[in-house]
């Protein structure tokens, strides 16, 4: 058994999946949702109908005491696991753009990883996930597309990979890099690491990671 992947992208940015390894079994979909609060009832909505085990999340727009985090852990008993964007201080009632997290169902059991590196560069949380008897380690990110695209962005998200690949488990990364593939003249675009696989701009949908014969 093989896991094929299938999933197409924001008009204008890309939604990308990195993938090292996958062996895990379960059905998981990728949604760049730009405000969790704001989506929450339909994104459900099409977890039910694709029966969907674990959605991986980025833009979410959420504090660690948003309601629909407090919704999907209180109401719905959904294990969830995420990064909001640090605030300022001062800065306390403003939508708060951003953030990364997984939200899993049916008994699957996601655990915070803390893999000693924060890079300023990307926001991203990383769990084990575990459903059944099997488990893997899960890296969602996000590169603010509001921010140009540096060096320095590269160099961190190797050092990011680089620390997930000491894991024994299958491991997987999925998120929103925010790379314009319009403009393959871009130095930043020629040089995304080998393992990224990214696809032309079509429109919103869902990655999604099923297993096939």
Known sequence: MHNEIVKSVDSGDVCALL??????????????????????????????DKN??????TETWHDSDSVSI????VELGCQVVGRPRPRA???TTATN???VAAVAFHGVRPTQLDIGVKP?????VCMRVVPGTSSCVA????????????????????????????FTEPIFLVGDLNIRLECPSDPYT????????LRQPGHVGNARLRRSA
């Open 190 to 197: 020629r040089r995304r690491p080998g393992f990224v696989r």
């Open 139 to 166: 890296a969602v990110l996000y590169r603010p597309g509001s921010e140009c695209v540096t060096k320095m962005f590269f160099t961190k998200l190797r050092d990011v990979t680089d620390r997930l690949a000491t």
């Open 70 to 73: 407090r919704r999907l852990r």
């Open 97 to 99: 753009y951003g953030g």
């Open 19 to 48: 993938l090292l390894d996958l062996s895990a079994a379960f059905d998981t979909v990728l949604r760049n949702i730009r405000s969790l609060g704001n989506k929450l009832d339909s994104l459900l909505d099409v977890r039910r």
């Open 89 to 91: 201080r001062h800065d």
């Open 120 to 124: 300023a560069t990307l926001e991203f």
């Open 52 to 57: 969907i085990d674990v959605l991986f999340l």
